[in-house]
């Protein structure tokens, strides 16, 4: 079955550690996305990347980082620098960035640091 | 600049209760319209979708009706069930021809509890 992995489900971190979250995706698409969700808020958009080795910054890329090396892979990194980095993480694909292309959710991260 | 407003929840209704919720938008040009369902400790799924004016979007005995005279993709189901607990985004979608990215732009989220 074609799909979005991300792992792990759960992940807690120590204050002033990086830590990387994993998105494979099968699906064959071209554009992939990073999101953070917050308690009773929509999402916002961190990263994304349309392309192997090409990414842009979202709306909140400050303290995060990504790569885009292969099609199907697209981790984030969230770094010692991002002040509040407790959240949902969820990755999203689409066939291309064109408005209209559905984006495909995988099941999300929790992150937890303290 | 471009947004999407929803209905704050909660909204609790009794099994086989009539839904609406509703959604208007605030955009430049004509963008795509979604309607995203997320259960609990899960990602979201696209519920369903509209791309231009007066399309209607169903799935799962869900529609929405893209009014773009009242800039509005309200969520209506007939007879809703208690594993419909979840909570509704409605998203708009520019780019393409208009020279952007695939950008999303969520609502808030809307809470549903459905009880037996």
């Known amino acids: 079955d074609g799909g979005i992995t991300q792992s792990p489900k759960y992940l807690f971190r120590k204050e002033g550690q990086n830590v990387t979250l994993s998105c494979e995706q099968n699906?064959?698409?071209?554009?992939m996305y990073w999101y953070r969700q917050d308690p009773g808020q929509g999402l916002r958009l961190i990263y994304y990347s349309q392309i192997v080795n090409d990414f842009q910054k979202g709306d909140i890329a400050e303290g995060y980082s990504v790569s885009r090396e292969k099609k199907e892979s697209f981790p984030l990194t969230v770094t010692s620098a991002q002040k509040n980095p407790t959240a949902f993480y969820l990755c999203?694909?689409?066939?291309?960035?064109?408005?209209?292309?559905?984006?495909?959710f995988g099941p999300g991260t929790r992150l937890t640091v303290t | 600049g471009d947004s999407v407003t929803q209905m704050e929840g909660p909204v609790t209704l009794s099994e086989e209760a009539f839904l609406t919720i509703n959604c208007t938008y605030t955009?430049?040009?004509?963008?795509?319209l979604f309607w995203y369902v997320q259960y609990p400790g899960e990602g979201l799924q696209l519920l369903l979708k509209a791309t231009k004016a007066d399309d209607k979007g169903s799935n799962k005995g869900f529609e929405a009706t893209y009014r773009k005279e009242t800039t509005s993709f309200h969520l209506e189901k007939g007879s809703v069930q208690v594993s419909d607990s979840a909570v509704y985004f409605c998203a708009l979608s520019l780019g393409g021809s208009s020279g952007g990215y695939n950008k999303l732009i969520f609502g808030a989220g809307t809470r549903l509890a459905v009880h037996p």
């Open positions: 999203a694909s689409s066939k291309g960035l064109a408005g209209g292309y559905e984006q495909y």
């Open positions: 955009a430049t040009g004509y963008p795509s």
């Open positions: 699906l064959n698409h071209d554009a």
